[in-house]
């Protein structure tokens, strides 16, 4: 007999989606990854690490992550954010974000401890909560603003509350929290005396000169906070699974010996490519915020062409369409958009535990222009 919680588990909805795409020979928008090369630097970077022959990169590395990656990552949070971290016990390197989220979770709770959920969220964390055999609590954030309701929030806060995870830029809304969002949810983790997870994988992608902010820079949550990102999102490179977990020493230390007994480490050759890359990678950046906008603005453009309702994300690679109404539910529409339309995309009512009001789609425009260009001909067909 299995695990009671895991049994429940199915194939997660970004899995399935990809299946029924190739199946279907639809153009996939569904799961989030990138359908072009990450970028060439640093893809030879990576083979240059593999046959460098000076040094073998090619064994395990330190189970916390490479000492230059650990350290490249200080400097970025300290010149980013003016966050000043300790290298040696407050960064674990893990096999990308999702790893994070469940050594961070498995190291907060006991069985039947509550962890707070903002809905709709990233599936992982739900099951990452089960598998600690802790009790996900959503707050449900409601369209078309998604905005956090602090009073729910304060509302869904027990005795046996652990945490709270937070991720912005959103994934699947697109929104960024303001600062006096931040604030706010700041106060009641503070007042509760609460741990915030804050989920920051989309941390480069924001459009229109908005600028993400961790929340763990506010003073009074620097140590009750766990900042996850990755660099999956920001080279464009998903396969990698290089990704980071940020907390004061204490939490670090639990963190890592959840890590320890999971994966041990991470891929040595890829940790060595990304530490360069993360050296100084403002123009970088730059080009990469710029081009992700454009495909933004011409996937929005285009839906506005066809007078095809959509919310337009300030961050994340996502874009969220409501389910028209001749559609009995978000599955029956991306049902017939993959079959019939031959373009798929996610049913956003998989990111949710209670039944959701709003009904929306999810797009992912990390794509090729070429390949939007083609999507848009084939949404055309909406509704004929
Ligand atoms: N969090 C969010 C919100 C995500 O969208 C994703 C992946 N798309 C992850 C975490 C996982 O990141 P990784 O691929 O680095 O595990
Ligand atoms: N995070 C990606 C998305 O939202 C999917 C990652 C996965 O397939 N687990 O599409």
Same mark, same amino acid.
């Given at each position: ?89 407050? +960064? ?36 990452? !909560? ?32 652990? #945490?709270? +995870? ?59 906070? !766990?900042? !996850? ?24 230390? #639990? ?76 599955? #029956? ?12 995309? !996610? ?38």
């Amino acid at each position: 007999m299995a695990n009671s919680q895991v049994s429940s588990f199915t194939e997660s909805i970004f899995s399935k989606m990809s299946r029924l795409s190739l199946e279907h020979e639809a153009i996939n928008l569904s799961q989030g990854f990138p359908n072009f090369r990450g970028p060439d630097f640093l893809t030879k970077l990576a083979c240059d690490q593999i046959t460098d022959p000076q040094m073998d990169k090619n064994q395990y590395a330190p189970s916390r992550g490479i000492p230059k990656l650990r350290h490249t990552l200080k400097q970025r949070y300290e010149s980013d954010y003016n966050l000043t971290l300790n290298p040696d016990t407050e +960064i674990v390197i893990t096999n990308g974000a999702t790893e994070g989220i469940f050594c961070a979770i498995m190291s907060l709770c006991n069985p039947g401890d509550e962890v707070i959920v903002l809905e709709p969220f990233y599936d992982s964390y739900i099951a990452s !909560i089960k598998m600690a055999h802790a009790i996900a609590i959503p707050v449900t954030l409601e369209g078309p603003d998604f905005s956090p309701d602090v009073a729910k929030i304060k509302k869904a806060i027990t005795p046996r509350t652990r #945490a709270i +995870i937070v991720n912005s830029p959103h994934n699947p809304t697109g929104r960024i929290l303001t600062d006096k969002e931040q604030r706010e949810l700041a106060q009641v983790v503070i007042d509760h005396d609460l741990i915030l997870i804050c989920d920051e994988v989309y941390e480069h992608l924001t459009f229109d000169q908005k600028k993400h902010r961790p929340m763990m820079a506010i003073n009074e949550l620097r140590d009750r906070t !766990i900042t !996850i990102s990755s660099a999956g999102k920001t080279f464009g490179l998903t396969g990698w699974k290089i990704g980071w977990v940020i907390a004061s020493a204490p939490l670090s230390h #639990a963190i890592h010996m959840v890590h320890q007994f999971t994966t041990f480490s991470v891929a040595t050759p890829l940790q060595w490519a990304v530490a360069s890359a993360l050296e100084n990678p403002a123009s970088y950046i730059k080009s990469f915020q710029t081009h992700y906008q454009g495909l933004r603005d011409l996937f929005c453009k285009g839906l506005e062409e066809l007078n095809l309702p959509f919310l337009k994300p300030e961050g994340s690679y996502f874009c969220l369409m409501p389910t028209p109404s001749s559609f009995k539910s978000d599955e #029956a529409f991306c049902e017939k958009l993959v079959k019939e339309i031959k373009v798929s995309a !996610i049913p956003c009512s998989a990111f949710y535990l209670t039944k959701p009001v709003d009904s929306y789609v999810r797009f992912c425009f990390a794509k090729d222009e070429a390949t939007l260009k083609q999507a848009l001909v084939r949404l055309a067909k909406i509704g004929k």
